[in-house]
């Protein structure tokens, strides 16, 4: 993997080029809308519905941007070998300390979701995971001091 390469899992592209397609059709329209009417209650300087709808405008452009160099860097996960943690794998681990099961998804940081359980590769777990496999401990350093985790078990899916 180069630097400027980003790894995705195919749900992963779907749900990017998914949001870009909504932001360049549905919200472009919507947005220009919202400006068509702040420019008809006429007096631009101290017009705030035009100001607001300009810096909205001004964020999604930079948003579209984003994802389109997000997109043209990407490189989709075809296939998951289970034996070892890869980017797309679900592993199970046993938080060693306080005897814990936990279940993460390894994911691009564009797909990462803490709430959903998908850590990036790029973070401190994620790292210390790819390449592991059943059986294999993983130290983590974290605020609260180091966590040691046991890979229990890697699935595709």
Same mark, same amino acid.
């Given at each position: ?66 994802? !389109?160099?997000? @997109?043209? =860097?990407?490189?989709?996960? %075809? #296939? &998951?070998?289970?034996? *070892? ?14 005897k814990e099961t936990v279940e993460y998804r390894i994911v691009s940081p564009a797909e990462a979701d803490a709430h959903n359980n998908k850590i990036s590769? !790029?973070?401190? @777990?994620? =790292?210390?995971?790819?390449? %592991? #496999? &059943?059986?294999?401990? *993983? ?19």
């Amino acid at each position: 993997m180069t630097n400027d390469e980003l790894i995705l899992t195919p749900e992963g592209l779907a749900e990017l080029k998914a949001e870009l397609e909504d932001l360049k059709t549905v919200k472009r329209k919507e947005l220009a809308e919202r400006l068509k009417v702040a420019i008809s209650y006429g007096d631009l300087k101290e017009n705030s519905e035009y100001h607001s709808a300009k810096d909205d405008q001004a964020f999604m452009e930079t948003k579209i941007l984003q994802l !389109e160099k997000t @997109l043209t =860097k990407a490189r989709v996960v %075809k #296939s &998951i070998d289970a034996s *070892v943690v890869s980017v797309g794998s679900y592993v199970k681990l046993d938080d060693i300390e306080f005897k814990e099961t936990v279940e993460y998804r390894i994911v691009s940081p564009a797909e990462a979701d803490a709430h959903n359980n998908k850590i990036s590769y !790029e973070s401190p @777990l994620g =790292k210390e995971l790819i390449g %592991k #496999s &059943i059986g294999d401990v *993983v130290s983590v350093t974290a605020p609260m001091g180091v966590i040691k985790y046991e890979v229990l078990d890697i699935r595709a899916k």
